[in-house]
């Protein structure tokens, strides 16, 4: 499906019952800083690799959906592994179950996949300190204004596939 370069990221859960491959690299990086990602991860913020359902493939073990409320108030779908409990991704209900929110964290080399942008920084923790140079928004942000050209195409091409179903 990808081109031959196509870089992947291996991850999974802590006990390791489910292993999941990224077919490419995401659209976008977000670190969200939103109380409600601090309440749901227990700490500071939120890092979520956006990226197409199709390109997360489920290598090993299987996941547990709970629907878990979110800022929108339109809830998440967030994917577990039933034995450990851990999260490794989530669909919110904007972008629909065709998209997936990927948590760095899971992944096996996660320093692979810095922050693109910063989200919600208006309830960040004041003793995180952003580096300079990076994008930054108090809340959220309009993709058409902040990713780059490919994902954008990316983008357009899934919109179209669900579009045609
Ligand atoms: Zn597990
Ligand atoms: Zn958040």
């Not at 006990?15 to 409600?36: D, G």
């Not at 997360?56 to 998440?76: F, H, N, Y």
Request: glycine letters at 6%; one cysteine or more.
């Amino acid at each position: 499906m990808n081109d031959d370069q196509a870089p992947t990221y291996d991850g999974g859960c802590t006990c390791r019952f489910v292993r999941y491959r990224m077919s490419s690299k995401p659209l976008f990086v977000h670190c969200c800083h939103c109380r409600w990602c601090q309440r749901e991860t227990g700490t500071a913020f939120a890092l979520n690799a956006v990226i197409e359902a199709d390109r997360v493939e489920l290598l090993q073990g299987e996941v547990d959906v709970v629907v878990t409320a979110s800022l929108s108030g339109k809830g998440q779908k967030i994917s577990r592994c039933p034995r450990c409990r851990v999260a490794v991704w989530s669909n919110y209900a904007g972008a629909g179950d065709a998209v997936r929110f990927v948590r760095v964290g899971t992944l096996d080399e996660p320093d692979r996949l810095p922050p693109d942008i910063h989200i919600f920084t208006s309830s960040k923790q004041p003793w995180v300190v952003l580096p300079t140079g990076i994008q930054v928004v108090a809340e959220f942000y309009n993709a058409s204004e902040r990713w780059p050209k490919e994902s954008l195409e990316r983008w357009a091409a899934l919109t179209a596939s669900r579009a045609l179903r």
